[in-house]
């Protein structure tokens, strides 16, 4: 069965500042998706990483894939309020737990 | 060209009574997938349908819950004799491909209330 763990599963970040969010999944795939999901919105697609080593980046947010240590990043820079939301990696059909952030003035 | 469209929006149900959710996929899309979310959880996976085809039901609750998506129209997620546990979020995403190779694209969702 594939597992998909993120954490941390809640980070409260300073404006200004950067963090790191981890997607790790259990089973061989060379694919890894992030949505964003503000409370009592749907899903919003972020990024499609397809290959190992892809890096993709969209204003504040950049994600990674390593394949072979079945591990995401995605990667916040200057944290700002707008980015307040939950966010999910997914592998296949699975979804991780998500992890909810929350930018502090 | 419309995104996914889920209704009812919103749903309340007694207990007892049936709930039908409905899933029109993107223009050209012919994979579809349920998911249910649980209020500050995240997404768990339920059914993957291609037309008139139930691809994997691995996530389906075994009795009560059914699904289906015919050759027109959109696509039905069918929960009989609702109970209070059945309250949560319903999600519907569809695909040009199958997810193991593309993205998919979420619906507005379906938010089931039982009372």
């Known amino acids: 069965e594939l597992k998909v763990e993120q954490n941390p599963l809640f980070l409260s970040m300073q404006e200004g500042k950067n963090y790191t969010i981890y997607c790790n999944y259990s089973t061989t795939s060379d694919r890894l998706y992030w949505y964003r999901q503000d409370p009592g919105k749907s899903l919003e697609s972020l990024f499609v990483l397809l290959s190992n080593g892809a890096v993709k980046q969209e204003g504040r947010l950049m994600a990674s894939l390593d394949t072979k240590a079945r591990l995401s990043t995605l990667h916040i820079t200057a944290a700002v309020h707008d980015l307040s939301a939950t966010y999910f990696c997914?592998?296949?059909?699975?979804f991780g737990t998500g992890t909810r952030l929350q930018v502090t003035l | 060209n419309a995104g996914v469209m889920q209704n009812p929006r919103h749903l309340v149900r007694r207990r007892g009574q049936e709930a039908r959710l409905r899933c029109s996929p993107m223009k050209g899309h012919s994979h579809v997938y349920w998911y249910r979310q649980l209020p500050e959880e995240g997404l768990k996976f339920m059914v993957y349908?291609?037309?008139?085809?139930?691809?994997?039901e691995s996530g389906m609750p075994k009795e009560r819950f059914s699904a289906e998506f015919p050759k027109e129209g959109p696509s039905i997620l069918r929960i009989q004799q609702v109970v209070r546990g059945d309250s949560a979020a319903y999600f519907c995403?569809?695909?040009?491909?199958?997810?193991?190779?593309?993205?998919?694209?979420f619906g507005q969702g379906t938010r089931l209330t039982v009372v």
């Open positions: 995403a569809s695909s040009l491909r199958t997810i193991m190779n593309t993205e998919a694209f």
């Open positions: 997914a592998s296949k059909l699975t």
């Open positions: 349908l291609q037309k008139e085809n139930i691809i994997d």
